[in-house]
């Protein structure tokens, strides 16, 4: 009963690990399809990996950079340090004495820079101190280059070659005013020496080149001046000439009397007209014979006091005739003085008349004179304007040349005076001074590069590696490229030396190699792999029992005959009854594994020269192990596997637990695939980090393709080192140890 409860138990734990019959179909192209992201984690793991590498790459540059850099010859720098002052006029009189300075400070200060790096400035100082010899160069063009191109070009000296100094080094500090010019040597005075020689050939280059410019300047303006004094010589006696034409000075002057004259006549001549014409309505009033007109002349206050008296006579006559009559005395001297009145009026209205006929005739008169003296006035104005344009024309061209003239000759006079005057706005600040400390080679500075310049590389390399490695390394890997379970990892061995050796050995009458029989851990290790694997397998499917098993790989050398073999030792060990058939009829391994004959085997089943029974072989330790070798190699008998080894597997089904058999590589033979049609599951074989993963994707492809169950891989030889995956493989030694001194 407690045999029973415990497979009841066996088989709902299976139900948690179960695994499908037939995965889903894989497609490689699939996996690639979304590359998976990277963890941190691998990072840490790749460089774990390769530390003792990647430490030993980094010591060599760093050794190697340190060993190279002391050898160097060390290079001393020496600098001087030139003052640039752009508020200090370029002259002492004149213009250039107020000049402004201009915001152009680095567009000037790099002008600066480049006339220190110019030939002018280098060639004396390269020739002092043979620099060009020292620094190793030949400037300028080969004279038998241009023969050898078949170029007309004509041969230049090495001499007359453009300067240029390969340990020179200006620069200018940022937001400073200052260039600083420094030179390298491995001679500490040579290298202060030849700065402060730069320095000041640039000072006094800058100064040469002010006195060349001021020297060509007044070169120029001197032939210049000859041609002006003669165009105002010229312009002189025109403005004389005519001045004695006029007769006058300045014509100016009088155009301006005569214009003042013709306003004055101009205006009297309007107002004759005016009076003209008033006269004249008064004599038109005055000739129509009426009083009122005769009274509102000029001459009319005595008509009309006449006319007030002759009114006081006619209203007193008129009272004398109501009261006398005309012989009366008073009558007559009434009618008398009335009548003298009237007389008064007709004498002083006649005089009034005459008086405005001629007072209408002088304004006439005045009139037409003063026409006359306008029209004489606007005539001569306009006479002696016309002239007078010509006169400001001659006296402004004279004017012109002689002004012209006065200031070419200051200007002459301030630039010979501003040519002798040495400009100090660009002053040697800080002479250069020989070193103490080489700046060249820094062996400390050298050596931090080094080291981290080789540390990227170390690391970079690494990731490189770890990219560019298409082998089968861990678990996760399989899962997430393959699509398919890794349901077992065989750990290395070292003491194999990579393969795996026989199951049992004949140091000691075909003994066991169990767990620490000869105090070997790592096969305790391995075998413990073992065992897992056996109970992923005989766990992974409870509804459909695995019976028979086909062991396979890929490609051959991934260990899949000596994992069939500890596998069916593994499962033997539990008192089942296990099968191991060799069916790799081409390179039969099984019967090193357990050192037995294999002179006969399942090829003379297949061929039906003997029952497969007959040919059974059972370690003397392992009673429930059985073996049938694979016998001679035949090609035949690789033809007729299929049907042959159905029916084997069909007679031992009912006989034992397990049957496991050991086929040939997957790629490339025919056999693997009969094999893996007639079996319970098939589970593959690869060597961890050796395996081409699209090697295993192709086999995987093509079992599904054939509908084989397809158990999972298995991942052989595998280490710590190989992946984060497999870190609880260093705990199995010193498991073992700690049980051992318990």
Known sequence: MAQDHSEQSLVALSEAVRLPNAGPSFSFSDSEAEPPSVPLSHYLWVFKRHRWKMMAFVAACVAATLVISSRITPIYESTATVDVDRQTPQGVIGQEAIRSSVNDSDQFLATQIKLIQSDAVLRPVAGKYELLKREGQIPGIPTGAAASSGSRLPSTRPQDAPVLLKQLKVARPPNTYLLLISYRSPEPQLAADVANAISNSYLEHTYNIRIRASASLSSFMEKQL??????????????????RELNVINPEEKTNIITARLLQLNTEYTNAQA?????????????????????????????????????????????????????????????????????????????????????????????????????????????????????NSLKREAEADKKLYEELVRKIKEAGINAGFQNSSIRLADMARPGFVPVFPNIQLNGMLAFLISSL???????????????????????????????????????????????????????????GDAGDQAISGYEEAVRTLRNSILLSDVDRRIRTLLVTSASPSEGKSTTAAHLALAHAEQGRRTLLIDGDLRRPSVHRRFNIQASRGLSNVLTAECSWRELLVSPELVPDLHILPAGPPSRRASDLIGRGLEEVLAEAYGDYDLIILDSPPLLGFAEPLQMATIVDGVIVVTRAGQTNRKVVATALATLRRLRANVIGVILNEVHKEMSDSYYYYGHYNKYYQAQGQG
């Open 226 to 243: 000859e041609e002006l004094r003669a165009k105002m010589d010229s312009s002189s006696l025109a403005l004389s000439q005519f001045e």
């Open 275 to 391: 009076e003209r014409v008033r006269r004249e309505s008064v004599r038109n009033s005055v000739e129509a014979g009426t009083l009122e007109a005769a009274q509102a002349s000029l001459q009319g206050e005595d008509l009309r006091k006449l006319s007030d008296r002759l009114n006081e006579a006619m209203e007193s006559f008129a009272q004398v005739q109501v009261h006398f009559g005309s012989n009366h005395p008073e009558h007559r001297k009434a009618s008398a003085q009335v009548a003298e009145l009237q007389r008064s009026i007709d004498r002083t209205r006649q005089n009034i008349m005459a008086r405005i006929e001629i007072e209408f005739q002088q304004s006439t008169s005045r009139e037409s004179m003063l026409n006359k003296a306008v029209s004489e006035a606007k005539a001569e104005f306009d006479r002696i304007n016309a002239r007078s344009s010509e006169y």
């Open 457 to 515: 590389l170390a690391f970079g390399a690494a990731m490189l590696s770890d990219v560019l490695d298409t082998t089968i390394r861990d678990p996760e890997q399989v899962t997430r490229t393959l699509n398919t379970e890794v349901i077992g990892n065989l750990p290395s061995v070292k003491t194999w030396r990579g393969r795996l050796g026989p199951v049992l050995s004949d140091a000691s009458g075909n003994a066991l190699v169990l767990n």
